[in-house]
């Protein structure tokens, strides 16, 4: 493994999860939600926030592929599994790891917009919102970090590093 300088701790990463689960439940309350985690970098964000929303959830996934083993987006968004059940008349939320450009974010609004259901808003743990250019609105946003190549808690480069328990950076990555 290279070494990794921490940008987020588990602790900072936590206390802003339960913030951002009892804004959700709050703002929910009466509703029925589906949260749709994208796969793979969402898996560990949306298992720790789902524990602090209070109210009654369904949980979903989709796949989505933008970035191959380089750390810059390829511009082309594919989805590479689909929900398992319909969202129409649902209260959707999507939750990203990361919102880089906001190509991957804006092709998953648009599909999923077409399934007609209540209502439907993004959710990310990060943002970097110097590349975020098309301005994709995150109704729900951990933190805003520079643009630098991030790893860990569900983010890989090239397949690994998803299970590091805190966000960091890879020290011969930090430059880019
Ligand atoms: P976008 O379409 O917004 O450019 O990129 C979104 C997706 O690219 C994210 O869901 C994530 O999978 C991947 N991505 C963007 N930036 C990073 C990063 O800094 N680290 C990792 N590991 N993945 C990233």
Do not use: W
């Amino acid at each position: 493994m290279k070494r990794i300088a921490t940008m987020l701790s588990p602790e900072e990463i936590d206390s802003r999860l339960r913030e951002m689960g009892r804004e959700i439940s709050e703002d929910y309350a009466g509703r029925q939600l589906v949260l749709v985690g994208v796969l793979r970098g969402a898996y560990m964000f949306l298992a720790d926030l789902c524990r602090y929303i209070t109210i009654p959830i369904e949980v979903d996934f989709l796949g989505v592929q933008s970035y191959g083993d380089e750390t810059t987006s390829s511009g082309v968004v594919r989805m590479t599994s689909d929900l398992s059940r319909p969202i129409q008349d649902k209260h959707v939320l999507v939750v990203e790891d990361i919102v880089d450009t906001g190509l991957t974010a804006r092709y998953l609004i648009q599909n999923l917009e077409t399934r007609k259901p209540a209502s439907l808003a993004l959710c990310a743990l990060l943002e970097k919102p110097k590349n975020n250019v098309g301005g994709v609105p995150i109704r729900y946003l951990g933190f805003t970090i520079p643009d630098q190549f991030v790893i860990g808690y569900g983010m890989d480069y090239a397949s690994l590093y998803r299970n590091v328990p805190y966000i960091g950076v890879l020290e011969d990555q930090k430059e880019n």
